[in-house]
């Protein structure tokens, strides 16, 4: 079992940038697919990005793609969202998420383990 703890969040300006950390104890990250997910208010929580377990495979929401990377630090225990050009869209609760799977899935279902949250919130 895998308990994670996300941070990083908080208030910027649109354009602007920030990394969410998301800090794993009592297995390593590499051994779980590993996804965010966010949560804006009345909305349902969607994927944001994915990395398969052991190797650097990544996949991205499409409202993303090309403005946020996925990473993650064996080393550290820690997987990464670095988020750039930020949008007032992208304002929610950001969620890391782990699944004990060998593929990525966008399915919330699928991920057994998650985090508090990090609250991002984008100004216009």
């Known amino acids: 079992q895998v308990q994670l703890v996300e941070s990083g969040g908080g208030l910027v300006q649109a354009g602007g940038s920030l990394r969410l950390s998301c800090v794993a104890s009592?297995?390593?990250?590499?051994?779980?697919?590993m996804g965010w997910f966010r949560q804006a208010p009345g909305k349902e929580r969607e994927f944001v990005a994915g990395l398969i377990r052991s190797v650097v495979v990544t996949r991205y929401a499409d409202s993303v793609k090309g403005r946020f990377t996925i990473s993650r630090d064996n080393a550290k225990n820690t997987v990464y969202l670095q988020m750039n050009s930020l949008k007032p869209e992208d304002t929610a609760i950001y969620y890391c998420?782990?699944?004990?799977?060998?593929?990525?899935?966008?399915?919330?279902?699928?991920?057994?383990?998650w985090g508090p949250g990090t609250q991002v919130t984008v100004s216009s």
């Open positions: 009592g297995r390593t990250v590499s051994t779980y697919t």
């Open positions: 998420a782990a699944a004990n799977l060998g593929w990525i899935t966008f399915k919330r279902n699928d991920y057994a383990y």
